[in-house]
């Protein structure tokens, strides 16, 4: 070989050598540069999957500990009223443990010897055994002096509700339990009792062990002292505070990170623990007077895990020239792992949110059909959320001969409008349960939302009362969108301006009303209708909706279905194939009630005292004679209207007052209705509950019966408050279904 060659194949070699070794160094750098960005794309992951596990669980526990709240005040309001009458508190209570199935005991604990007859201490108390059986004792004594707890004492001095710490209650619930403690106050204003609602805390501990951000990283809830109420270590919950748990760890942070939690601050922190592996530490408090702080650790050896592994392959291949096309199949293949993994997690996504869309349809009316079957009124609804879910409601329900009913529209989307809707939602049922006027509805409602609004989230929403017999609309508006009137001609229900609910707790809200003429059809939407856009992003507008709305009438098209479908097919033809941007929600309501002939009418004004009763009965008789009514019909028609007329003698006027109580009795070929007016102060009978005769006399409330009698006696009873008076309305069927 000569020198040349020799010469040449040394070059080469070298060059050779060169080339490997400079694609060596820039594939070590390549790495070197994937580690730390990978390294910081995975912190960033791990911190914002830490920290949508910390909302997304903060959320759901503020709705389960706001709706045990709503109904704690609801049922507070039940108490005050019936602090004279101290043996129908159990009935009280009964209500609020049947409410909510997280509920399992009501007691209310009274300052020592404020019902004298009933000793020093007096603890009714009601506990659900989960069996459908309610237990109902009298907790209060020397062996259970509730008077030197702090869930007395607190609430007591501070006139102010509060969540206490988490205790085993051995008399009452006989578990692990959390108390809501709301003051109950006298007439004078003055604290005299706290309504205490028993919690379990077993849903914290499967809520917060469900779904975790990484398979080995663990959720914890503390308590306002740092006691452990929820963790996946079961001998800890309940056990140890979170100061014991972390006393024998050598890294001094978590003395911090403890206190930090504790004061209610929100951060992150980074700790060793004995083995000499990083914990990642998040940490916020759960929103609300509960003073609780919830924790998510994530394992660095976990999280890092597959890094680590895959930087220490590519150094090895880096090393290994001749290897590396086998890193790139090795990197495709992991490449195309990682592909499959997230195909997996948005298919895991788009199931739980299609579960989510199930859950918030279901929230929604099913049926349209009224039972028992309605000949006055006619209703059809739609609900299409932009998203898999979305912020839009409607809901109805007919309690006393008067049709409740709400629409309304969340700011934003997603997940947080669906749970302030399905709040919006509980709270319309719960509020409309106790009350008739749509205005103090609405104002409760927006008391509700406001209570959990930390997200400064808000809602337009619009509440109704159709009174059926009469066809008034009482309705209450909160920035929502003007309804149509399609009946005699097509116009806008005048509405008042009003601020949406959330943004101002204690807003007070107007009613307003107007009569709806029979085969009317009031048309409610959300701005998804009229704000439906092109792809050139010109919007379907009000002047399409109300041409829309003519031509249904011109045709004699404007029923509920007939409004809505023909609606829903015109802004689809408008829009086209475009994207909806906005939940399309609809409710249509006619007023269908047929005018009768009237075949008799009768009037009688009393005097408010019980010495013209008799006066009353010769009116009732004279008018079943009439009727051709037989003695056990008369006799039961005498019982109900005697009834109705002495509780406003009782009730409406103050002892002493001079008043007048007007009865107006009609019929028609259908039914007899006696309406009773008086001008005394404002008293609804049929928001009382009936009572439950199946009990023995001693545990039933005092009061009620008479309500119950007079439903059944009559077919229907219906009141309402008009122009300063009040108006009960009594209806009998002369023809009987």
Request: glycine share 8%; net charge negative.
């Amino acid at each position: 070989m000569s020198i040349f060659d020799r010469w040449r194949k040394s070059y080469e070699t070298k060059f050779s050598l060169a080339i490997f070794i400079t694609v060596a160094l820039l594939i070590e750098a390549i790495i070197g540069i994937q580690y730390l960005y990978a390294q910081k794309s995975i912190r960033k992951e791990m911190k914002h999957r830490a920290q949508t596990e910390l909302k997304v669980k903060s959320l759901e526990i503020q709705g389960v500990l706001n709706a045990i709240e709503v109904a704690a005040k609801n049922q507070a309001w039940n108490v005050e009223r019936l602090l004279a009458y101290p043996d129908s508190m159990y009935k009280v209570t009964e209500r609020l443990v049947t409410q909510d199935e997280l509920i399992i005991g009501v007691g209310v604990l009274f300052v020592p010897n404020y019902y004298p007859s009933k000793g020093y201490w007096y603890e009714p108390y009601v506990r659900d055994e989960g069996t459908g059986y309610i237990e109902k004792r009298q907790l209060g004594g020397k062996n259970h002096d509730y008077t030197k707890t702090d869930f007395f004492n607190i609430p007591l001095q501070g006139d102010s509700a509060f969540w206490s710490e988490p205790y085993l209650d051995k008399d009452g619930a006989r578990t692990m339990v959390i108390t809501y403690c709301y003051p109950i106050h006298d007439k004078n204003g003055k604290v005299v009792a706290i309504l205490g609602t028993d919690v379990s805390l077993d849903w914290l501990g499967e809520l917060m062990n469900a779904s975790p951000a990484y398979p080995s990283s663990t959720n914890m809830i503390l308590s306002r002292t740092g006691q452990v109420m929820a963790c996946p270590v079961e001998s800890l919950v309940m056990k140890s505070t979170i100061m014991e748990v972390t006393a024998n760890m050598k890294d001094t942070t978590v003395r911090s990170l403890n206190k930090r939690m504790l004061s209610g601050y929100t951060g992150s922190a980074t700790v060793t623990n004995n083995e000499g592996e990083k914990q990642y530490v998040f940490y916020a408090p759960i929103k609300g007077s509960t003073g609780w702080s919830m924790a998510v650790t994530c394992p660095g050896k976990e999280i890092y895990q597959g890094l680590s592994k895959m930087r220490h392959n590519l150094q090895l291949m880096s090393l290994l020239g001749f290897l590396l096309l086998l890193y790139i199949i090795t990197r495709t293949v992991k490449n195309f792992n990682h592909v499959q993994e997230v195909n997996k997690e948005k298919e895991r996504i788009d199931s739980e949110l299609h579960i989510a869309n199930g859950i918030q349809m279901g929230m929604l009316p099913t049926s349209f059909v009224f039972t028992p079957a309605r000949s006055d009124v006619d209703i059809y609804g739609s609900l299409v959320p932009a998203k898999a879910v979305g912020g839009d409601l409607y809901d109805f329900y007919v309690r006393d001969e008067k049709l409740f009913f709400c629409i309304g529209d969340v700011s934003g989307k997603g997940v947080p409008a669906a749970l302030v809707m399905a709040v919006i939602r509980s709270s319309f049922r719960t509020s409309s349960m106790m009350e008739s006027t749509p205005d103090r509805i609405l104002s409760q409602i927006n008391d509700s939302v406001s209570d959990i609004n930390d997200e400064n989230m808000f809602a337009t929403l619009l509440v109704g009362t159709l009174d059926l017999p009469t066809g008034r609309l009482h309705y209450s508006n909160a920035g929502h969108c003007p309804p149509l009137l399609i009946g005699s001609g097509v116009g806008y229900l005048p509405l008042d301006a009003n601020i949406p609910v959330g943004l101002l707790k204690g807003w007070r809200y107007n009613a307003q009303y107007v009569m709806i003429e029979p085969q009317t059809t009031l048309f409610l939407y959300t701005d998804g209708l009229t704000e439906a856009e092109k792809e050139d992003y010109e919007q379907f507008g009000k002047d399409r909706m109300f041409e829309t709305a003519e031509t249904l009438l011109e045709k004699g098209q404007h029923s509920p279905k007939q409004t809505i479908e023909r609606m829903t097919e015109a802004v689809n033809g408008f829009v086209g194939d475009n994207e909806k941007s906005d939940d399309l929600t609809m409710l249509a309501i006619q007023y269908t009630k047929e005018a009768l002939e009237i075949q008799m009418e009768r009037h009688l004004t009393l005097e408010n005292n019980l010495d013209s009763i008799p006066q009353l009965n010769e009116f009732v008789d004279g008018i079943s004679e009439e009727l051709g009514f037989d003695m056990s019909t008369t006799m039961k028609l005498n019982l109900a209207i005697e009834e109705a007329v002495v509780n406003i003698i009782n009730y409406a006027y103050p002892e002493g007052t001079k008043g007048f109580v007007n009865i107006d009795a009609s019929s028609n070929d259908v039914r007899l209705k006696f309406v009773i007016t008086d001008e005394g102060t404002p008293f609804d009978p049929t928001t009382r509950k009936e009572v439950d005769t199946t009990l023995p006399v001693e545990e039933r409330p005092i009061g009620g019966l008479g309500i119950l009698l007079v439903r059944k006696l009559m077919d229907s009873i219906n009141y309402e408050r008009i122009d300063g008076k009040n108006v009960l309305t009594l209806r009998k069927n002369l023809i009987k279904d």
